[in-house]
């Protein structure tokens, strides 16, 4: 199945369940998208997973089913984007700020249709308290890969249609919910290439207390470059992590 028809899949599809998202959340659709969206949306519908990272899932299917929601609202400052850090005590990643998500549970359904729609928005309310009904999809980008946790990783594009009130719901899963303007991200000065000690290199963004890196950091810098958003940084400047990160 192509990411076409996939994201057809996912739009057409119904959800069913107590507690589920309501169907019309699962809904995938660009109308009444605000203007300065529109880029990112055309973006999603042509976009390769190539042109995303060069982690890919394996051919052979292993991996652990997981999805995000990249989440875009608009603040005091303009267009931001929702991210959380992670508890330091979590087995995977800990401490690193990420977009709301996690792995698929059985009742999310089918990985190749709703079943990413559905997790991202649950394990967004999980994490940070949003109300799911208030948060409109519009897009589904590539399937992505994190050799490091085995997570394949399918990124949902959100539009806050109708913000509530977020923060961390479980301290053991969430240290922090914040919001980063696109303005801080797009800001050259916010900009640097993170150095893991293993020799590894990734873009990484220093905004409100954070330093963003790895799998998040790769798919923010792709969305703002693919939106044409990208304003030209010092790629020399480099920040070095530790090997706890």
Not at 68 to 78: H, M, T
Not at 86 to 101: D, E
Not at 210 to 221: E, M, N, R, S, Y
């Given at each position: 199945m192509t990411h076409a028809q996939r994201t057809r899949a996912a739009t057409d599809a119904a959800t069913t369940g107590t507690g589920a998202p309501h169907e019309d959340a699962l809904t995938v659709t660009t109308e009444g998208l605000p203007a300065w969206l529109e880029p990112v949306a055309r973006a999603a519908r042509t976009v390769r997973a190539q042109q995303l990272s060069r982690f890919l899932p394996p051919e052979s299917?292993?991996?652990?089913?997981?999805?995000?929601?990249?989440?875009?609202?608009?603040?005091?400052?303009?267009?931001?984007?929702?991210?959380?850090?992670?508890?330091?005590?979590?087995?995977?990643?800990?401490?690193?700020?990420?977009?709301?998500?996690?792995?698929?549970?059985?009742?999310?359904?089918?990985?190749?249709?709703?079943?990413?729609?559905?997790?991202?928005?649950r394990e967004a309310e999980e994490e940070t308290g949003l109300d799911p009904s208030g948060v409109q999809l519009f897009g589904v980008l590539p399937r992505l890969y994190i050799p490091v946790s085995s997570f394949v990783v399918t990124p949902v594009l959100g539009w806050w249609r109708t913000p509530s009130p977020v923060g961390a719901v479980?301290?053991?899963?969430?240290?922090?919910?914040?919001?980063?303007?696109?303005?801080?991200?797009?800001?050259?000065?916010?900009?640097?290439?993170?150095?893991?000690?293993?020799?590894?290199?990734?873009?990484?963004?220093?905004?409100?207390?954070?330093?963003?890196?790895?799998?998040?950091?790769?798919?923010?810098?792709?969305?703002?470059?693919?939106?044409?958003?990208?304003?030209?940084?010092?790629?020399?400047?480099?920040?070095?992590?530790?090997?706890?990160?």
């Open positions: 299917g292993a991996g652990r089913q997981s999805a995000v929601l990249i989440l875009f609202g608009e603040g005091e400052r303009g267009p931001e984007l929702l991210l959380m850090e992670r508890s330091g005590t979590l087995r995977s990643h800990a401490g690193q700020p990420s977009f709301p998500g996690g792995s698929l549970d059985p009742e999310d359904g089918d990985h190749l249709t709703t079943g990413p729609l559905r997790a991202a928005l479980d301290p053991a899963e969430t240290a922090r919910v914040f919001t980063a303007p696109v303005a801080d991200l797009t800001d050259p000065a916010n900009r640097a290439t993170a150095v893991h000690p293993s020799g590894h290199e990734g873009p990484a963004f220093l905004v409100e207390s954070a330093l963003v890196w790895g799998f998040t950091a790769g798919v923010i810098d792709r969305i703002v470059h693919y939106a044409g958003w990208e304003r030209p940084w010092d790629r020399t400047r480099q920040v070095p992590l530790d090997w706890r990160a």
